[in-house]
């Protein structure tokens, strides 16, 4: 698939709010500072698309992003949404917040109809922790297909990926399932993520 374009369309806290046109959607979630903003500029190509922000743990809404794609050999146009979820686990977010967090999130990743899949970042460079294994757990059981995914991953010797990634699944008690490690820095990873996104669009 090529991006050809991808511009920020909305945000929401509520159903209302959610784009009115309905699109396939592909959702990204992750602690803060994992590198999801990093990333989803790099798989766009869009430079600031999604804010590389300075303060974690800031972002609390659902946003929305209008993502032009094209397929070889498709003639139509293959948009899709890309859909930012606030980060889980920032330690200063109080516990008040963190409630309503999760209520206005799970009610948007258990009801919207358009979901194809969950990209659920970990730092390559930590164990999962228990709000990855958590929210991991928590998306399976609501039958929502998760691709994890490996950030950070030119910070770590091809080696220590490799044991990483093996941690990765023993925690998260799946050994069968692909981690894709990516570094937004090289572009790693970004091939193998679009491809999977491609398979979606097409289905
Ligand atoms: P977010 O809070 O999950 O959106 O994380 P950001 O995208 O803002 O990234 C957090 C920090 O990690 C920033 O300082 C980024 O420059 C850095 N970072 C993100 N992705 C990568 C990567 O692939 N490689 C390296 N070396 N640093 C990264």
Redesign the pocket.
């Known amino acids: 698939v090529i991006i050809t374009q991808g511009k920020y369309l909305a945000s929401a806290v509520k159903p209302e709010q959610y784009p009115e046109l309905q699109r396939k959607e592909v959702v990204f979630i ?10 989803i ?2 798989l766009t190509r869009v430079r600031n698309l ?4 300075s303060q ?1 743990g800031k972002t609390q809404t659902i946003n929305f992003y209008e993502i032009g794609a094209k397929i070889q050999d498709v003639p139509e146009r293959q948009d899709f949404y890309l859909v930012d979820l606030p ?1 889980y686990g920032y330690a200063k977010t109080g516990a008040e917040r963190r409630k309503i967090w999760s209520r206005f999130i799970n009610e948007y990743l258990l009801t919207s109809p358009n979901i194809q899949f969950v990209c659920q ?1 970990i730092d390559i460079r930590h164990e999962p922790m228990a709000s990855d294994v958590e929210m991991f757990k928590w998306l399976v059981e609501n039958n929502l297909p998760v691709l994890v995914i490996a ?5 770590v010797s091809k080696n220590a990926a490799a044991k990483s990634i093996a941690a990765i699944k023993r925690k998260l008690g799946v050994q069968e399932m692909d981690v894709l490690p ?5 572009n790693q990873g970004r091939d193998e993520l679009l491809e999977v996104i491609a398979g979606c669009l097409t289905d």
């Open positions: 992750g602690r803060s500072n994992v590198g999801k903003s990093s990333l500029n790099s999604a804010r590389v922000s974690p980060g970042l950030t950070k991953a030119d910070k990516y570094s937004s820095v090289k």
